[in-house]
């Protein structure tokens, strides 16, 4: 049925997800879910929510919910936009925001789902290559451009940069717009929230999705001046208005005010996450320093494909990139404290027993 495709079709290469197998007993280490379930209030507010009134349909500017993100962030309701997940909120900033006769620019090593967007939405894009020791080198985007795209921290390598650098961005490119993705800021970055206030080509872009545990809910949103708030809704309000159903507003709301929830659960994945570090370097791992909820590491003496395939064995999943730079680290998402002992177990009877 290809010949219906249209041409942009034909030029796509889709996004692959993280794996989601059906197996017994699984330690799921690979997509970067939260290893604790969301918010009891969450939860509650859910329940709450399922009665009568799914007969209609939710608010589509989302208002209470925006409300409690600027509550959260102290910026006014009009700074924030909201979406299903923020890979949609992504999605339409790269169609309102990022899409110029100049080339976007965005780390070689990052979400792959940015390379995607560009070929869907036809946005020519540049990389730009990490350094030798995997790190954003704000220097190297200092150069002409439609825009810059940039996670912090970054994904799969976990590193961060300070708010230093990203306000140097935003002084060199005051025509051009920055994004910077937080999908994972609560586990040690530094948010750059704070820097809408004085820089209106900032736009900061947050999920739900994993400190808050709520991956499977899909809430995402952005946060910056009004202009490009409005340039967002234009896009969402020409594609779905209602991206938010009442139980995901519900449910984000209370987990959003759930603070001391919050609190609790990063420090419970962080204490996590230094303890696996730690554990992975005495094995002879070199460990990336994260401010993820995930740590991406490689071992001199061993394949780091058959690692995984060795694990996977043992019904434990991490993630493999086959992308050249990286093909011989794994990321690894934080788990519970069993679940991280269990996979240096597996780790420790692997690297013994395939010595190279």
Same mark, same amino acid.
């Given at each position: +049925? ?14 692959? *997800? ?19 379930? *969301? ?19 939710? &608010? ?46 965005? *780390? ?25 020791? +995997? ?6 985007? +200092? ?15 976990? +590193? ?18 920055? %994004? ?45 001046? *009004? ?7 234009? %896009? ?32 419970? %994945? ?7 570090? &730690? ?38 999943? %991490? ?38």
């Amino acid at each position: +049925m290809s010949r219906f495709w249209s041409p942009v079709v034909h030029r796509l290469t889709p996004y692959v *997800p993280g794996e989601q197998p059906r197996m017994t007993n699984l330690i799921k280490l690979n997509t970067n879910e939260s290893p604790y379930g *969301p918010s009891p209030r969450a939860l509650a507010a859910i329940r709450a929510a399922t009665d009568d009134t799914l007969r209609l349909y939710p &608010d589509p500017s989302a208002l209470a919910l925006r409300q409690a993100i600027g509550r959260a962030h102290d910026v006014p309701a009009e700074h924030v936009f909201v979406g299903n997940g923020s890979d949609e909120v992504l999605a339409h900033t790269f169609q309102a925001l990022l899409r110029h006769e100049r080339p976007l620019l965005f *780390p070689d090593i990052s979400y792959s789902f940015y390379p995607v967007y560009c070929g869907l939405y036809e946005i020519t894009a540049q990389t730009v290559p990490l350094d030798d020791g +995997m790190r954003v080198n704000v220097a190297d985007y +200092m150069r002409p451009c439609g825009g810059i795209i940039l996670p912090n921290p970054n994904a799969p390598t976990g +590193m961060a940069l300070g708010l230093a650098d990203i306000e140097a961005l935003l002084t060199h490119h005051r025509d051009q717009v920055i %994004v910077v993705d937080e999908a994972y800021v609560d586990f040690g970055g530094e948010s750059a929230i704070g820097l809408t206030a004085r820089h209106d080509n900032l736009l900061v872009v947050r999920t739900l999705s994993k400190s808050s545990a709520l991956a499977g809910l899909r809430v995402g949103y952005a946060v910056g001046h *009004p202009d490009l708030i409005e340039a967002l809704n234009r %896009v969402k309000d020409s594609f779905n208005s209602y991206p938010l159903d009442r139980l995901a507003q519900a449910g984000a709301i209370a987990a959003i005010e759930d603070r001391e929830w919050l609190a609790n659960i990063r420090a419970r %994945v962080i204490r996590s996450r230094d303890r696996l570090t &730690d554990s992975l370097g005495k094995m002879g791992f070199e460990v990336l320093p994260s401010c993820a909820n995930f740590v991406f590491a490689r071992h001199p003496d061993h394949d780091a494909l058959a690692l995984a395939q060795n694990l996977r064995e043992r019904a434990i999943i %991490v993630r493999h990139f086959r992308t050249p730079r990286i093909a011989q680290w794994l990321r690894i998402t934080i788990g519970t404290e069993a679940e991280c002992q269990a996979l240096c177990d597996a780790l420790a009877d692997i690297t013994a027993t395939h010595r190279a």
